[in-house]
């Protein structure tokens, strides 16, 4: 009796992984913008009432595959936040998650180029902020030299994950030619600073 609703549920996976991957492959090849609901269907091989059944647009498609990179992401950063305070490991640092977010963009960087500064872009900005926010949010809440009020707190997290915004679209958007390892060592330098004068990290 259980294996027909596993293979109901495995066959549900395969289709809206389908989907999901031929929405992403079509954002890099021809843009969000231009893909079409029809330009999903052929790519995935997935019929418009099949589509519909799990997806109630594009943009839903797009939010919910979205979702499952900010988990990727999510789950990439987990060991620098949890791994404890030893010498050479991550989680022993303010902020010790943004060499992993470096990489990350850098190993989805064809995908966020062509997100990045169109009509797509402003869904995944909404979604990478709540994201970070909440990598950011340990680091900053009483940790500082005194107990901080959560207006102190919020603006330490916005300003951090603002900064971390800007300085990564102007690394795809500009093609700069910069590794990972060399963004996270100047994003650090410039904000760890500035958030430790303000009584942050």
Not at 11 to 39: F, N
Not at 40 to 63: C, M, N, P, Q, W
Not at 78 to 84: D, F, I, L, T, V
Not at 144 to 162: A, D, H, K, L
Request: proline share 3%; glycine share 8%; charged share 25%.
């Amino acid at each position: 009796m259980t294996v027909k609703p596993n293979r109901m549920d495995k066959r549900i996976l395969r289709t809206r992984q389908a989907l999901k991957t031929a929405l992403l492959d079509l954002m890099v090849e021809i843009g969000y913008e231009k893909t079409t609901v029809q330009h999903i269907l052929e790519r995935a091989g997935v019929g418009r009432a099949t589509f519909y059944v799990h997806y109630s647009s594009k943009e839903d498609l797009l939010r919910r595959s979205l979702d499952g990179l900010g988990k990727q992401l999510a789950a990439e950063c987990k060991p620098a936040r949890s791994g404890g305070l030893r010498e050479g490991n991550p989680g022993s640092v303010p902020l010790g998650f943004t060499l992993v977010f470096f990489r990350h963009i850098h190993n989805q960087r064809r995908l966020y180029r062509a997100i990045v500064g169109h009509e797509s872009g402003l869904i995944v900005e909404r979604q990478m902020r709540r994201l970070l926010s909440d990598l950011v949010k340990p680091d900053v809440v009483l940790k500082g030299r005194r107990r901080r009020n959560s207006v102190e707190v919020e603006m330490t997290i916005q300003y951090v994950v603002g900064a971390l915004l800007s300085v990564v679209v102007w690394w795809l958007d500009r093609d700069i030619k910069l590794s990972p390892e060399e963004m996270n060592v100047a994003f650090r330098n410039m904000v760890l600073p500035a958030i430790q004068s303000a009584g942050g990290v």
